[in-house]
């Protein structure tokens, strides 16, 4: 019994540290149902990225991130200026809240 507890105890550790991926949060948008996620991704602002986009936009003011998984919009405060070319794909670290939308997703920044 000891054993089982020590090997589900390491399992659930390793699987904590596992980065979440854009892609990852789009083929299961309602198992990070309201989780607070810390996604470590590039910041595109309103600039188009070269990569598929996921979700949906909220407003007309989401602003964009990627990873080398894919992209997607994200409505709440942007870290940079969205339209100021000198911060695309500048490296950022933001916690977002993901809110399953029937098929698809949007994703709301907290700070």
């Avoid at 309201?34 to 470590?40: G, I």
């Avoid at 695309?88 to 933001?94: F, P, T």
Wanted: with cysteine; net charge negative.
């Amino acid at each position: 019994m000891r054993n089982l507890f020590c090997l589900l105890t390491l399992l659930a550790a390793c699987s904590a540290g596992r980065p979440i991926t854009i892609k990852s949060i789009a083929d299961d948008p309602k198992g990070f149902e309201n989780d607070t996620l810390t996604l470590n991704v590039k910041f595109y602002g309103w600039g188009a990225v070269d990569k598929p986009v996921y979700g949906i936009a909220m407003t007309r003011s989401d602003w964009v991130i990627a990873d080398e998984t894919g992209a997607c919009h994200v409505t709440g405060k942007s870290p940079y200026p969205v339209v100021d070319p000198e911060f695309r794909g500048k490296d950022v670290e933001i916690r977002v809240i993901v809110h399953p939308e029937d098929t698809t997703f949007w994703l709301q920044r907290v700070e």
